[in-house]
């Protein structure tokens, strides 16, 4: 048999086992009656009290989870699961007015939708410090939230040259970074023609370095890497023993066209990428990056010595490093085994130039001389996260279950059955240098025959589970809308949220904190309306103005109490802002439509409330 027929076998051969497995997890049951025997009563108590967070009192852990295509970020307590907030980020959000001041309409851009996938806390020391939470998009954008207020200060990009930001955004041990990498491959810069039967020769993927100011949070982009027409997928960054490197996990390693789950599945092994960002940073302060697209992009065939390719098996999606940074995990999603590489003997590999080829100039290493161990943990493992004392856990697509098993001896002690086709999997600060262990939470992409049916369009499942005891336990099905992928917990504690702006902390000119400061200038045709908003009233009361005028309303909060929320809805303008105690928020639209529209408070703030209105008078163009 030849070599390209016993690769499409084998591939024949995997895609067989994927299917059968996917097909398993939509054939589960979906009515009580093929359920399995109730749980004994002492397995429930268990579960019941373990989960149970009396009225009144706090969850332990926030959990971040993705929004996916929903471009938002849902924020949940555990171990309660309860669903405490949504942060909306790359989607406008109307029960939050997100989307419609001048602010956050100028962070969107012409841009109302977001792929959201992976949320990534900020770090010091290689431990969450609670300032800031980052999530990509796959718009070729990243954003910050400011964990202070739980709102989206900074949406970055599209940065030039990379497509699909997938690869995003995993931070550095001390947030001098945040990654990013392409997933789809073209011809660069942006906006650059080739056909695609040049796609092996003329496209290219890029991976990402987006600085971040270490007082400020501010990002910017730093500089890029080019490398082959590869599909890059998931990236972590190293710590401790191998803290200054990045890796990112690629498919499509044949640089394949067409029908990609046959055409970029006939190699055995794919290719996890490890920068050395430290020496990049260094080249490009030495002036040998190429400006392409308007961001320094650094060439491996010229600047070699900061990137190596690492085979791991075929079509890879979470590449993981353990928390003391000894280890890197890379997870083939058709193999029944997941892989883990030393990283000292990356670096011997490294020194002593031990390669098996290159790829563009970019050096090969053997895989048996990097490698300590293949875990057989099951089959379509995924992503990988740890717990206290060695202890790692993997997601197993096709199995539709979590591996627990030991780092060094790569024994495999426990295995979980999850409901249904796990993707990421989440533990307590799980990909920090010191993680909590008690919780994990599976997040399964099917969830069906497990709630009360809703229609075709089903919720995502996400289960938590103890792992505080050698064998780890079901405890809860939470549900949530799609699509999540990532998530990240962190200890409560950590974070210390404002409840009120105060005064003195607002520092926009066009603020304004008492009644009588409110009213209306004019200036030409443009107006400006500075609104105050206070229990039970909204002033001034009416704002007056000619069609065709340029309306900017400047609406302050006054209020310094906790959750005395006031809104601004202007009707038949499509305008809708929500202020917080003590915020300031500014829209501005053209008065376009002549006649009386009324505004009023949209959030329900006393017993007065329904009076809490006003009108905008627009006068007919004479």
Not at 19 to 40: E, M, T
Not at 207 to 223: F, H, T, V
Not at 302 to 321: A, E, N, Q, R, T
């Amino acid at each position: 048999m030849s070599q390209k027929n016993r690769g499409i076998l084998t591939w024949g051969v995997l895609a067989a086992v994927v299917v059968a497995g996917v097909l398993a997890g939509r054939c589960a049951p979906s009515a009580p009656k093929g359920r399995k025997a109730p749980a004994a009563a002492s397995d429930i108590a268990v579960a019941a009290q373990k989960t149970y967070v009396a009225p009144g009192d706090l969850d332990e852990y926030y959990l971040f989870s993705s929004g996916g295509h929903s471009g938002q970020v849902y924020v949940y307590g555990v171990p309660s699961m309860r669903h405490l907030s949504t942060i909306p980020v790359y989607t406008p959000y109307p029960a939050t007015g997100y989307g419609f001041d001048d602010e956050s309409k100028a962070m969107l851009g012409n841009l109302t939708w977001g792929d959201a996938h992976h949320p990534a806390l900020s770090e010091t020391a290689g431990d969450y410090d609670g300032r800031w939470l980052f999530i990509n998009d796959m718009n070729g954008r990243i954003a910050r939230i400011d964990l202070r207020d739980f709102k989206t200060k900074q949406i970055l990009g599209p940065i030039p040259n990379v497509s699909g930001n997938h690869g995003s955004s995993f931070v550095t041990p001390n947030t001098e970074y945040a990654l990013m990498a392409s997933r789809f491959s073209i011809p660069i810069p942006k906006g650059s023609y080739a056909p695609i039967d040049k796609y092996a020769e003329a496209y290219r993927g890029v991976l990402c370095a987006i600085r971040i100011d270490p007082k400020s949070g501010e990002m910017s982009p730093a500089w890029q890497i080019l490398t082959p027409p590869f599909d890059w997928d998931l990236g972590d960054s190293g710590k401790l023993a191998s803290d200054g490197w990045m890796f990112w996990t690629c498919y499509n390693s044949e640089r394949a066209t067409g029908k990609l789950e046959v055409t970029a599945s006939q190699r055995d092994r794919d290719y996890i990428a490890a920068v050395d960002w430290k020496a990049a940073e260094k080249a490009v302060a030495e002036g040998k990056a190429d400006t392409i697209g308007g961001i320094k992009v650094l060439d491996p065939k010229k600047v070699p010595g900061i990137i190596w390719l690492m085979p791991c098996g075929k079509s890879p999606h979470g590449v993981d490093v353990s928390p003391d940074g000894k280890y890197v995990i890379g997870s083939g999603k058709l193999q029944g085994v997941t892989t883990a590489f030393n990283f000292e003997k990356i670096q011997t590999a490294i020194r002593n130039k031990d390669f098996a080829g290159d790829e563009e100039g970019i050096p090969v290493l053997k895989y048996e001389s990097i490698k300590d161990a293949e875990v057989p943990v099951g089959l379509g493992p995924l992503h990988t996260q740890f717990g206290p004392d060695g202890w790692a856990y993997t997601s197993l697509f096709v199995d539709s279950a979590i591996a627990k098993w030991k780092l060094g001896t790569w024994e495999v002690v426990d295995k979980i059955p999850v409901s249904y086709s796990v993707g990421h999997l989440c533990a307590a600060e799980g990909d920090t240098v010191s993680p909590d262990g008690k919780y994990l939470i599976s997040l399964n992409k099917l969830s069906h025959g497990r709630h009360l049916s809703v229609g075709p369009s089903q919720p995502e499942s996400s289960q938590l589970i103890d792992i505080s005891e050698e064998k780890m336990k079901l405890l809860f099905d939470a549900f949530t809308e799609p699509e999540p992928h990532y998530a990240q917990m962190i200890k409560a504690d950590k974070l210390h949220p404002i409840e009120v702006y105060a005064k003195e902390d607002n520092k926009n000119p066009l603020a304004i904190w008492d009644v009588k400061d409110a009213g209306v200038t004019r200036n030409g045709n443009e107006v400006l309306a500075k609104v105050v908003l206070v229990r039970s009233t909204i002033t001034p009361q009416a704002i007056e103005v000619q069609q065709g005028d340029t309306v900017k309303v400047a609406i302050t909060n006054i209020e310094q109490t906790t959750d005395e929320l006031h809104g601004w809805g202007l009707l038949d303008y499509n305008i809708n802002i929500v202020c917080d105690p003590g915020e300031t928020k500014v829209v501005t639209f053209k008065a376009d439509k002549p006649g009386v529209y009324p505004y009023y408070c949209t959030n329900f703030c006393s017993a007065l409330h329904q009076e809490m209105q006003g009108y905008l008078i627009v006068k007919p163009r004479a």
